[in-house]
């Protein structure tokens, strides 16, 4: 793990020792061993997919990271390829906390019908500031796709999101009918999810 120490006139000494510090107390890998800059869980936890449903957006919080990063690419691991996927309607992106969006990727219909790892680069590059939640999404049309999940539990969603509201929660759906990832979300108005999907971002 890289551990950004402060010079003269830069930064503090508790930004480099949280770093540390919660690399010891995490007791196994972060997002920086596997050449990521955060995500929602080790990929190791991963125990299977899920089919979200079409033109439902899924979004994914990441945790708040106490330095600042850029955001390039967005990944998710596609289980089951996509089926039918309609061209110009499949993307992933990246939310800040007022529900803006603030990058996505190219369309991915070409891409999520086949399984495997997907890095799909944003457009433009997003440099997240301190201490800021993120949430990473995806959205697609066509019949079917699935994606890694941690877990995927039918009435788990509220457990996923234990103590957290709709407008700050982990895993959640909405809105729906989307043929794009909306330059606007509500956030307040998405739902709790039973899919903790796993995404990470570089």
């Known amino acids: 793990m890289a551990i950004v120490l402060p010079v003269h006139g830069s930064l503090l000494w508790d930004t480099p020792l949280d770093l540390l510090i919660r690399h010891l107390a995490s007791g196994g890998f972060l997002p920086n061993d596997h050449g990521y800059l955060n995500w929602s869980t080790d990929p190791a936890n991963c125990t299977g997919g899920a089919n979200p449903a079409a ?9 708040r990271l106490p330095q600042g990063y850029t955001i390039s690419t ?9 089926v039918s ?3 110009g309607q ?7 906390s007022t529900g803006t969006r603030q990058g996505v990727t190219a369309d991915q219909s070409a891409v999520w019908n086949t399984t495997g790892l997907k890095n799909m680069a944003l457009t433009v590059p997003y ?6 939640d993120m949430w990473a999404a995806l959205l697609y049309n066509g019949t079917s796709c699935s994606f890694a999940v941690a877990s995927s539990v039918a ?3 509220d457990v996923f999101n234990a103590n957290l509201s ?4 982990r895993y959640t759906i909405g809105p729906s009918a989307q043929t794009t990832l909306p330059a606007s979300i509500t956030m307040a ?14």
């Open 85 to 87: 996927l309609t061209a």
């Open 127 to 132: 440099a997240v500031p301190t201490n800021t």
């Open 55 to 63: 033109g439902s957006v899924r979004m994914v919080k990441l945790p």
């Open 155 to 157: 009435n788990f969603n």
């Open 74 to 82: 967005v990944a998710a691991f596609v289980s089951t390829a996509g």
């Open 166 to 169: 709709a407008a700050t929660a």
């Open 189 to 202: 108005s998405r739902t709790n999810s039973s899919q903790s999907t796993w995404m990470a971002v570089a």
């Open 90 to 96: 499949c993307f992933a992106g990246i939310y800040d």
